[in-house]
């Protein structure tokens, strides 16, 4: 199999020119293979298609081939999982293939465990076949890093790590030249990285002093779009792929790195991460990423979280949760009962038994009460009452924890919201203040005009401005209002430069506020008006997007029994400035339970207007199971929403007033 290629996987219906091109277009070939098909698909319905041009044959999602047609040579062969050796595929032989395929069917039946696991383990041989040439420079560095690190065993094989040379300055310069070096070879690595990547993130992050974007454009004549797009995924792949990119070599040198990091405790130690950060921001974040999880208690996981501004990695954003919270909630919520409450469980000796909702296997999945866990023998798949719960919902770390913590009736952070809305409040009256007295906001007047709000909206929705200034809002908020950095750091108002300085963070941008129901200020988005993009107010603990709805507050005082759903800024404008005050907007183009939930406090009918990628059949279908009717808009050829909104505006009047009727 070419491994150059990528996989296709295909329907049935999908496959029928693939198959003939690959058998090019020889009609006894192609129907054999058809015949084949059928048959494979009489026995067990859910089959796909794979090919990569190379090959082609028929498995199930995510398993290996059960049977594949090669090609070589310009002759065809094929070859079952059951059988050792290929043969000459031939039309003639068609009644011999479906016998092979039913004894091919229950071979994988009869040995599915041990054809998992021999699979598993060729992909991990696999992975780790690989030149120690490719990791020759990371291991030279990491052997250079432990010579100025050397490791001591004291009582009770308790680890200090000691350094030399003394000074913090030489110390410093030591650690901050191995890290550049390190990261500079693996650019240089023309296995690990193409020769432009690797120049990119050479000339914009490794040297002191960064080549502008323009310049690289230029040398490599793309736009200078392109070279920060490459930069930014280069750099991903350098800081956090590099992981995970044949494993067995690196691993050991990030675990040894990881440990440096996490079980030292000595002060200079601490110095000198904090001078790494402050002389280059990129490679703060590198080691901000090693040493994410780690327990709080920890010194130099303290004083590294301590440097890195919140807003600047999602591991600290994701972190917000106390670990005392999420240890309570572990304990509070019994896993055996949680389980159980999903699906049947049944008691064997100590633990208990149940079928894997993950792999599907019968009486796999062992429940723990001991140690509060799972664990699947077939699949692999374990962990805690979270992890259960994030693998069976497709949810994140922290809105799983935030679904247990309530089903548990635990507070995540009640005081500090507290102090952070009043924050968001003020921030939203010096905003929409700016809007109004500033001489610079008359373009962003005339922009909002645009988008079809007027005065009167536009100071329902609290919309604000920002000049140009570096930290007019910072100083005003600090100064004049006495919160501190701190609390704007923690609301996401400002950000802090490499240096270590404070900035305003939506400068030049009209403003737009989310107000919940209670009248609380929990979000930002803001659009940056020389650029004309918008850019999104992050998920943080006190504001998940995914649970919150724009202008809800506005659409519950229309004191309307239906409701419209948008799921853009650009749509609810339209339909705002046209004179409709029960219409809210996703934020995103789909609509979450959550958000059905809170309507469904307020309102008996939803009127959907959107394009065929939102989840159209969820909302329908939660609405029916909620005692509420779900009315989607067919946009009716329209390319857009804003174009259909245009088009049929009385129509939307007529139907929403019809529900009015209907339901007063």
């Known amino acids: 199999m070419s491994k150059s290629k990528q996989n296709i996987e295909l329907s049935m219906l999908e496959a029928g020119e693939h198959i003939s091109v690959f058998f090019n277009n020889n ?40 049977l594949y047609v090669s090609r070589k040579e310009g002759e065809y062969f094929i070859k079952y999982k059951n059988r050792k050796e290929s043969e000459k595929f031939a039309s003639s032989n068609a009644e011999t293939y479906f016998a092979y395929n039913k004894s091919c069917n229950e071979f994988f039946a009869e040995n599915k465990d041990s054809l998992v696991a021999k699979e598993r383990t060729r992909k991990e041989r696999t992975s780790r076949d690989v030149s120690d040439q490719e990791y020759s420079t990371v291991r ?23 350094t030399a040379p003394s000074t913090d300055t030489e110390l410093s310069d030591k650690v901050y030249n191995e890290i550049i070096e390190l990261l500079t070879d693996a650019c240089s690595n023309r296995e690990f990285m193409a020769e432009r990547d690797g120049d990119i993130i050479v000339s914009r992050i490794l040297t002191p002093s960064a080549i502008t974007l323009q310049n690289l454009g230029e040398k490599y004549d793309v736009t200078r779009e392109r070279i920060r797009q490459r930069e930014k995924s280069t750099w991903r792949k350098l800081t956090i792929g590099i992981y995970r990119y ?27 991460i904090a001078q790494i950060y402050r002389r280059n921001a990129a490679i703060g974040l590198w080691l ?35 670990a005392e919270v999420i240890n309570r909630v572990k304990n509070t919520i019994d896993i055996v009962e949680y389980i159980s409450s999903q699906q049947d ?29 799972f664990y699947c023998f077939s699949c692999t798949t374990g962990g805690d009452v979270i992890t259960y719960l994030m693998k069976t919902k497709a949810l994140d770390y922290k809105t799983a924890v935030s679904q247990l913590a309530s089903l548990a009736s635990i507070e995540l952070h009640p005081k500090e919201q507290v102090d952070i809305s009043k924050v968001m409040r003020e921030a939203a009256l010096y905003y929409h203040e700016q809007l109004k007295t500033n001489a610079k906001a008359s373009s962003a007047i005339d922009i909002l005009h645009s988008w079809g709000i007027q ?50 963070k939506m400068r030049n941008s009209i403003i737009i506020p ?47 029994k239906s409701v419209i759903i948008v799921t853009t800024y650009e749509d609810y404008f339209k339909l705002i400035g046209l004179g409709f005050t029960n219409v809210v907007s996703t934020y995103l183009p789909k609509i979450t339970e959550p958000q059905l939930t809170l309507l469904k406090q307020k309102f008996k009918v939803v009127i959907l207007i959107a394009n065929q990628y939102v989840n159209a059949a969820a909302c329908s279908k939660y609405c029916r199971e909620n005692n509420m009717y779900c009315d989607q808009i067919d946009l009716q050829g329209c390319s857009s929403v804003v174009e259909y909104i245009e088009k049929n505006s009385n129509a939307i009047i007529d139907k929403v007033d019809e529900y009015e009727r209907i339901l007063t």
């Open 27 to 66: 009609q006894e070939l192609i129907d054999t293979f058809n015949a084949i098909c059928a048959h494979m698909l009489d026995l067990d319905s859910d089959f796909i298609i794979r090919t990569n041009g190379e090959i082609i044959g028929i498995s199930k999602h995510g398993e290996f081939y059960r």
């Open 345 to 373: 469980v049944t008691l064997k000796g100590k633990n208990y038994h149940a079928h894997c909702p993950f792999c599907g296997t019968s009486d796999a999945l062992v429940v723990y009460p001991e140690t509060k866990s």
């Open 140 to 162: 030279s560095t990491g052997e250079a890093l432990e010579e100025w690190l050397s490791i001591k065993t004291k009582a009770e094989n308790s680890l200090k790590y000691v």
């Open 246 to 272: 044949k494993r067995e070599k690196f691993i050991p040198y990030r675990e040894w790195l990881k440990r440096i990091l996490l079980e030292i405790s000595d002060e200079a130690f601490i110095n000198t």
């Open 288 to 322: 901000q990423m090693i040493v994410s999880g780690a327990n709080d208690e920890n010194k130099v996981s303290l004083a590294i979280k301590k440097l890195v501004s919140p807003s600047s990695t999602h591991s600290q954003a994701s972190a917000r949760i106390s």
């Open 455 to 504: 005065g009167k909206t536009i100071v329902q929705l609290g919309i604000g401005f920002h000049d140009n200034s570096f930290n007019s809002f910072m100083n005003y908020m600090t100064k004049q209002k006495s919160y501190s950095i701190t609390q704007l750091e923690e609301a996401k108002l400002v950000l802090q430069s490499a240096k270590g300085n404070y900035c305003d």
């Open 514 to 560: 989310t107000i919940d129901a209670n009248g609380n200020v929990v979000c930002f988005d803001f659009y940056i008006t020389d650029k004309q993009q918008l850019f999104k107010y992050p998920n943080t603990k006190y504001f998940e997007r995914s649970q919150n709805l724009y202008s809800y507050n506005l659409a519950i005082k229309s004191n309307k």
